[in-house]
């Protein structure tokens, strides 16, 4: 059974940074995805990097913020983020997928196979 575990969250001050690493049992041919959830609502997706580097997919609100890489020696996908706001604060999550990271396909949570645990992101002065 395919697992997955993030790591990597915590408390940071506006404009800080944070990476995330999300760590997958057997990475091998799936799309990695990270989405969050903050209190209240939604789970939106965050970001979308394809098994092949080929496609990724950002939201509008981290596009030239966040950044989604992939090492498959390591069997990891990471998430870099700068320029934290407070709205990022929420709890990440990351999911696999054979899903496509083009278009809007991605930003629908219930096509993944397997999702991690979630880590928790807060963003305050």
């Known amino acids: 059974q395919l697992q997955l575990v993030e790591s990597g969250g915590g408390t940071v001050q506006p404009g800080g940074s944070l990476r995330l690493s999300c760590a997958v049992s057997a990475l091998d041919h799936y799309s990695i995805a990270w989405f969050r959830q903050a209190p209240g609502k939604e789970r939106e997706g965050v970001s979308c990097?394809?098994?092949?580097?080929?496609?990724?997919g950002y939201a509008d609100s981290v596009k030239g913020r966040f950044t989604i890489s992939r090492d498959d020696t390591k069997d990891t996908v990471y998430l870099q983020m700068t320029n934290l706001q407070p709205e990022d604060t929420a709890i990440y999550y990351c999911?696999?997928?054979?899903?496509?990271?083009?278009?809007?396909?991605?930003?629908?949570?219930?096509?993944?196979?397997?999702w991690g645990q979630g880590t928790q992101v807060t963003v305050s002065s």
């Open positions: 999911a696999a997928g054979t899903v496509r990271c083009w278009g809007d396909i991605w930003l629908l949570w219930r096509i993944y196979d397997a």
């Open positions: 990097l394809n098994h092949r580097e080929e496609d990724t």
